[in-house]
């Protein structure tokens, strides 16, 4: 399947009606072990995937070892990918729209765009940037612009509701094809929001977050599992090294495996 045709599937995963669940990747091996569990596509977690690099989250991961992962998932999985860019790792939009394009060509079909604490007219020249970085690329990007209203507290929670939603009416005016409020989890805030915004409302998961199926009544059409999934795996390395390094006891290792012969089965047998 071509760039193209990934990035097509892409945004039918988002159509009303569906919510596409992502349970995110930070690396080829988990990626692939993502899609045989049944994920629709892969999402990237930037932690993650900075921390399997050698590198703190927060725009500290060089472009060409961003570029170089994103390759590798690519590389093993046949699903569309999208990539957690942070915040584009510059203030100028066309610096972010360089390296957009770097990741279409590695193969990847969209992209998380942050505003952080950064003024919202920054993140929507961003988002115009790149989306026509992927019209030059042939590739119809889709943009989720992230949004840190809720998980910045970036406006007093009287007014959380309303800022998201003019945030999100002006990140759509620019370009964004969804829109992503990670910290977002009060049933009647959710409705308000998806209600009110014309793009796919992404959530990120939270401990007390509603399931699957209530999201997806509330009008919820994407959910993300953001570091979780990361977290939790090396929840469970630390949790055996620590049993082995300080009881030089074992049991951990076996409680819950991936069996070596299934997780080697998901790769080429070859060096292509």
């Given at each position: ?80 990918v ?50 026509q970085?992927?019209?030059r ?55 308000s ?23 997806r ?19 469970a ?36």
């Amino acid at each position: 399947m071509s760039t193209r045709e990934r990035a097509a599937t892409f945004h039918r995963l988002h159509a009303p009606g569906e919510l596409l669940v992502l349970p995110n990747a930070w690396d080829a091996a988990s990626a692939r072990l993502m899609e045989s569990l049944g994920a629709a596509a892969i999402a990237t977690t930037s932690s993650g995937l900075c921390w399997a690099h050698g590198y703190a989250d927060g725009t500290a991961i060089p472009l060409g070892v961003l570029v170089g992962a994103v390759t590798e998932i690519v590389r093993v999985t046949s699903l569309p990918v999208s990539v957690d860019v942070e915040g584009g790792y510059s203030a100028e939009p066309e610096s972010v729209a360089a390296m957009v394009s770097a990741l279409i060509d590695a193969g990847a079909v969209g992209i998380n765009l942050e505003d952080g604490k950064a003024p919202p007219e920054l993140l929507a020249a961003k988002i115009a940037a790149v989306k026509q970085a992927g019209e030059r690329s042939g590739v119809d990007l889709f943009v989720n612009a992230r949004t840190d209203v809720y998980l910045r507290r970036l406006v007093p929670p009287e007014r959380a509701v309303e800022e998201t939603v003019a945030r999100g009416k002006r990140y759509a005016e620019a370009g964004c094809d969804g829109l992503f409020v990670p910290g977002l989890g009060e049933t009647a805030a959710i409705r308000s929001v998806a209600g009110a915004i014309q793009l796919p409302l992404n959530l990120m998961v939270l401990p007390k977050l509603s399931p699957v199926a209530e999201l997806r009544a509330c009008g919820v059409r994407r959910l993300s599992a953001g570091a979780a999934v990361c977290a939790a795996a090396l929840g469970a390395a630390r949790r055996a090294a620590k049993q082995l390094l300080a009881e030089g006891r074992y049991e951990s290792f076996f409680s819950e495996p991936v069996a070596y012969a299934e997780m080697n089965a998901l790769f080429p047998q070859s060096g292509k």
